[in-house]
C-alpha cells in the first residue's frame, strides 16, 4: 500500500467537503487566529503589570510564543484525536477503522485532519519575525535547517502525548475530560521553567514533556546558551515519546473488544 | 417541573455510571492551578498586589474560577449541533416538552454532578496544597452560589445561541470554538478583567461575558466589597433575563428554517 498517495487522495477530498461550507472554513480560520490572539493578548497584559518574568522580556515570551505556534499548528492539523474514545470506542467505530488496510492510527490522522489549522504555521512565523526583530537576532545559514528539525521534533512530543492519552480508551471507555485540560498544561511549556517549582518542571521536562515544544527549543534561537543542550534534545525527546506512544497504541488495539449497536 | 426535575435526574445518573476517571481529571486539575500559582508568583516578582489583588487573591481567584467552570460548562451547544445535523432534532421537536428547556436541563444535571464529585474535591485538594483562602464568611458563600447560578444560566443561554446557529450554518463547529475563546478571555477565567487596560475593561462591561466567570470569582475572593456585590449580581441578572429574546427569537427563526436531511 503505498501510504504516501493515499494521504494525498484523502486530502483532496478533504479540500472538497471543506469548500462545501464556505462560511464555516472562514469562520474556523478566524476562530484560529482568535484563539492564537488570546495568548499573546495574555502576554502583553501581563507585561503591562511586569517587566522581566524571571529575567525574560516581553518580546522573548512572544518569540517563544510564535516558535511554540509551528509545531502546534502542526500537530492539530493532523493529530485531531482528543475526542478519540468518544468518537472511535463508545460509537463502535474503531470497528470500521481496523477493516481499512493502512495502520490503524494513520487511517485515523487521514480521517480526522483539518488542514485549515496549518494557518497557525504562517501566524507563528510572523510573530516570531516580528518579535526576533524587536530583539535584533541574528540568523546563520544552517538556523532554518535546525529550525525544522526543533519544530519536527516538538511536534512529535505532541502527538506522542496526545496518542498516548488516547490509548487509555481501549482499556476504559468511561469519559475522563483529560483530553481538553491537556491542551492547558500544553500552554505551560512556553514560559521559562525556572519559574515553577521542581515538581511541575520534572512533570513538563520528561513526563509531559511540553516544555519542548516552547521555551527549551526556542531558547537555542534566543541564543540562551543554558539551556542548549536541552534545546538539541528536542527531536530525541520527541521521537522517543512518539515511539512509546505507537508501540502502547499497537498493544492497545489488541485490547479492543468492540462496542456500539 | 416533575419532567424538569426528571431530566436533570437522569443525566445525574448517566455522568455518575461514568463517574472513575474524573478522580483522575481532579490530578489535572491540580497540576492546572499549581502552574498558575507558579505563573502568577513569577509574574508578582516580590509585588504586593497588583489591581488590588494579592497573591493569595489571585491563586484563590484562579482555583475558584477553573472549579466553578466545572459546573457552568457544557457541551450543549455541540449536542444540538449534532442533533441538528443528524436529524434527531426532528424527533426531540415532537416530544411534550420544550426542546431548549431539555437542552438546558440536561446542562444542570451535568453542572450538579461536576460540582459535587469534581469541584468539591478539587478544591479541598488545591486548598490542602496551595496558599488558597477559603472565605469563613457564611454571606460570601451564599453570594457566590447565587453568582455561580447565574454564571450557568448566562454561559448556557450563549451556548444554546451557538447551537441552534447551526439551523443557518449546517456546519458551525468553526463558531462553537471561537464561542470559546471568546468566553475563555472576556469572561475574566484567564485573567481578572481589571488587569485590562482601561478601554478594554469598559468595553468588557457592556458584555454579558463577565458574569460568567469575573463576577463570582471576585465574590468568592472577596475582591468586591459591599455594595459592588449587589451591583454585580444585579448585572447578572438582568443579563440572564435579557438573553432570553435573542435565544427565543433564534429559535423561532430556526424552526421555520428548519430541514431535516435523514433521521
Redo the contacts between chains.
Keep these: 500500500m503505498d501510504y504516501i498517495s493515499i494521504f494525498f487522495q484523502y486530502v483532496g477530498q478533504y479540500l472538497k467537503t471543506r469548500l462545501t ?1 464556505r ?10 487566529l ?2 492564537q490572539a ?1 495568548n499573546l ?2 502576554i502583553l ?2 507585561f ?3 517587566s ?3 529575567g525574560w522580556s516581553k518580546d522573548e515570551m512572544i518569540f517563544i510564543y510564535g516558535f511554540f505556534l509551528v509545531p502546534f499548528s502542526i500537530f492539530a492539523s493532523f493529530f485531531n484525536i482528543w475526542d478519540f474514545t468518544d468518537r472511535y470506542i463508545v460509537k463502535g467505530e474503531m470497528d470500521r477503522i481496523l477493516t481499512r488496510p493502512v495502520h490503524s492510527l494513520f487511517q485515523i490522522v487521514l480521517e480526522r485532519m483539518e488542514l485549515e489549522s496549518l494557518f497557525g504555521v504562517i501566524t507563528g512565523l510572523v510573530v516570531m519575525f516580528y518579535a526576533g526583530n524587536q530583539l535584533g537576532l541574528e540568523i546563520s545559514w544552517y538556523d532554518p535547517f535546525i529550525f525544522i528539525l526543533l519544530v519536527i521534533g516538538g511536534a512529535l512530543v505532541y502527538a506522542g502525548i496526545f496518542i498516548a492519552l488516547a490509548t487509555i480508551g481501549f482499556w ?1 471507555d ?5 483530553m481538553p ?2 491542551y ?2 500544553g500552554n ?1 511549556g512556553r ?2 521553567v525556572d ?3 521542581k ?2 518542571k520534572y ?2 521536562t520528561w513526563i509531559l514533556p511540553f516544555a519542548f515544544v516552547g521555551v527549551y527549543p526556542s531558547s537555542y534561537f534566543l541564543r540562551r546558551e543554558e539551556w542548549y543542550t536541552y534545546a538539541f534534545l528536542t527531536p530525541v525527546v520527541g521521537l522517543v515519546f512518539f515511539l512509546i506512544a505507537v508501540a502502547l497504541w499497537n498493544v492497545g488495539v489488541t485490547k479492543y473488544r468492540g462496542a456500539g449497536n | 417541573m416533575g419532567k424538569y426535575i426528571e431530566m436533570i435526574r437522569i443525566r445525574f445518573l448517566m455522568m455518575l455510571a ?5 478522580y ?2 481532579i490530578l ?2 491540580s ?2 492551578i ?2 498558575y500559582y ?2 502568577w ?5 516580590g ?1 504586593e498586589n ?2 488590588g489583588l494579592s497573591i493569595t487573591q489571585m491563586t484563590t481567584y484562579i482555583a475558584v474560577a477553573w472549579m466553578a467552570r466545572a459546573f457552568y460548562f457544557n457541551n450543549i451547544d455541540r449536542e444540538i449541533a449534532m442533533e441538528i445535523k443528524e436529524g434527531k432534532v426532528a424527533v426531540e421537536m415532537v416530544r411534550p416538552y420544550p426542546y431548549l428547556n431539555m437542552k438546558m436541563m440536561q446542562g444542570l444535571g451535568e453542572g450538579i454532578f461536576r460540582l459535587l464529585f469534581f469541584s468539591v474535591p478539587g478544591m479541598v485538594i488545591v486548598a490542602l496544597v496551595f496558599p488558597v483562602e477559603l472565605s469563613t464568611n457564611m454571606s460570601t458563600w451564599l453570594f457566590f452560589f447565587l453568582s455561580i447560578i447565574f454564571s450557568f444560566i448566562i454561559n448556557t443561554q450563549i451556548n444554546l445561541l451557538a447551537g441552534i446557529a447551526t439551523f443557518f ?7 462553537i ?2 464561542k470559546r ?2 468566553i ?2 472576556f469572561s475574566g477565567l ?2 481578572p478583567l481589571s ?3 482601561m478601554w478594554a475593561q469598559n468595553v468588557m462591561s457592556y458584555l454579558p461575558f463577565q458574569g460568567i466567570s469575573y463576577i463570582p470569582s471576585m465574590i468568592f475572593t472577596e475582591g468586591f466589597k459591599g455594595s459592588q456585590i449587589y451591583e454585580a449580581l444585579i448585572n447578572q441578572a438582568v443579563w440572564s433575563l435579557l438573553l432570553i429574546i435573542p435565544v427565543y427569537g433564534l429559535w423561532i427563526l430556526a424552526k421555520r428554517q428548519l430541514v431535516v436531511q435523514g433521521g
Design positions: 461550507y462560511a464555516d472554513m472562514v469562520v474556523e480560520i478566524f476562530s484560529d482568535l484563539f488570546v493578548v495574555f497584559v501581563v503591562g503589570h511586569t522581566l518574568l524571571a476504559s468511561s469519559r475522563t475530560d483529560i485540560m491537556m492547558n498544561i505551560y514560559y521559562p519559574i515553577y517549582n515538581v511541575i512533570v513538563l | 461514568y463517574r472513575t476517571n474524573y483522575s481529571g489535572i486539575y497540576i492546572n499549581g502552574a507558579f505563573l508568583s513569577a509574574i508578582y516578582g509585588k497588583i489591581q450554518l449546517f456546519n458551525n463547529d468553526g463558531l470554538r471561537a475563546v471568546v475563555d478571555l484567564i485573567l488587569f485590562y487596560p
